[in-house]
């Protein structure tokens, strides 16, 4: 149990363009679901936090207007990155919780802006 | 807030030998220290978890153990395999993690 998929795994897109990411919860309701950001050789950096029909809770740092994401229901959240540019290239990664505790990842979505 | 130390940040062990790796954390009102592995390419997955109720856990060849008064934790892996070879990451509470370990299986 307690699975999650993102889509697409990778992506490729021109500078200037928007990319959105999926990221699904297949087996559970969660509460809440978190997006991350990872650059190589990197920890996990904390992006946002959604709850279901909630706007987001960005980080310090983070620019809710280029990183939109919208939890339209208890098992889908999208990331869109807007107006993509090369520095905006990374892998990231979405988890889900249904609770306070056990967060479950999804496998990452490599961007590539160029 | 929380914040979270990792060491060591690499970690080479020989096939069958036990791997610990340590983490530190600040606040001492955490209550929940999980562990994630990830392999190169994909999203991290928890391995085990402890709860600041207990001191230790164990799962087959992997154990976790928690001192609330030093505010430390530790990740233990015994007999170590190849497949072992990964990054770990530690975290307190939910979303403040460790800088990350990497750990090499020599076989």
């Known amino acids: 149990g307690a699975v999650v998929s993102q889509h697409p795994s990778r992506v490729i897109c021109k500078s200037g363009t928007s990319v959105k990411i999926e990221c699904r919860s297949l087996?559970?309701?969660?509460?809440?679901m978190f997006w991350y950001r990872q650059f190589p050789k990197q920890s996990l950096m904390l992006m946002a936090t959604?709850?279901?029909?909630?706007?987001?809770?960005?980080e310090q740092g983070v620019e809710k207007d280029k990183f939109l994401i919208n939890h339209a229901s208890l098992t889908l959240s999208t990331l869109t990155v807007t107006s993509a540019h090369p520095e905006d290239s990374s892998f990231y990664i979405c988890s889900a919780a249904d609770g306070l505790y056990e967060q479950y990842f999804g496998p990452g979505t490599r961007l590539t802006v160029t | 807030g929380e914040n979270v130390e990792q060491h060591p940040s690499t970690l080479s062990v020989q096939e069958g030998d036990s791997a610990v790796i340590k983490c530190t954390y600040s606040?001492?009102?955490?209550?929940?220290f999980p562990w994630y592995k990830q392999e190169l390419g994909k999203g991290p997955q928890l391995i085990i978890d402890i709860r600041s109720n207990v001191g230790e856990k164990k799962d087959q060849r992997i154990a976790v153990t928690l001192n609330k008064t030093a505010k430390h934790f530790s990740l233990h892996i015994t007999e170590t395999q190849p497949e072992d070879s990964a990054v770990y990451f530690c975290a307190a509470r939910q979303l403040t993690f460790g800088s990350g370990t990497q750990l090499t299986v020599l076989p």
């Open positions: 606040d001492s009102a955490s209550n929940y």
């Open positions: 959604s709850n279901e029909g909630s706007k987001a809770t960005y």
């Open positions: 087996d559970f309701q969660a509460t809440t």
